[in-house]
């Protein structure tokens, strides 16, 4: 078996998550939180589009952790979301945090905004 180190871009892998944090890179974010190629930042949820919109050109798609529970995302941030571009994809924090590692290793021009459990 021929085993290959996973290096990523300017964006870096989710580590771990639990009640009410993330952590990237060895260090907790407190809160919902937004990350991809810019490194991590605060999210304040579904109502701050702004920093989503930003990501138009940059991801292509956009992967939305909804908490402990799946949940659907306002209709007006989907289209908004779609309309610039965006690819979107809901699912449950834990998922969203899974796929965007894996999807991150391999280079894919993504990024992730959640709600934390």
């Known amino acids: 078996m021929?085993?290959?180190e996973v290096t990523y871009s300017g964006a870096r892998p989710v580590d771990g998550y639990g009640p009410g944090f993330f952590r990237i890179g060895g260090e907790v974010h407190q809160g919902a939180l937004l990350t991809g190629p810019d490194g991590p930042a605060p999210w304040t949820g579904y109502s701050d589009i702004a920093p989503l919109l930003a990501?138009?050109?940059r991801v292509d798609v956009l992967f939305i952790g909804t908490g402990a529970e799946v949940a659907h995302i306002p209709q007006a941030l989907r289209q908004s979301l779609e309309q610039v571009g965006l690819g979107v994809e809901?699912?449950?924090?834990?998922a969203a945090c899974r796929t965007y590692n894996v999807l991150l290793g391999e280079g894919r021009r993504i990024a992730l905004a959640a709600l934390p459990v």
């Not at 809901?90 to 834990?94: E, I, K, L, V």
Request: charged content about 10%; overall charge positive; cysteine-free.
């Open 2 to 4: 021929r085993l290959t």
């Open 55 to 57: 990501l138009a050109g």
């Open 90 to 94: 809901a699912m449950t924090s834990p």
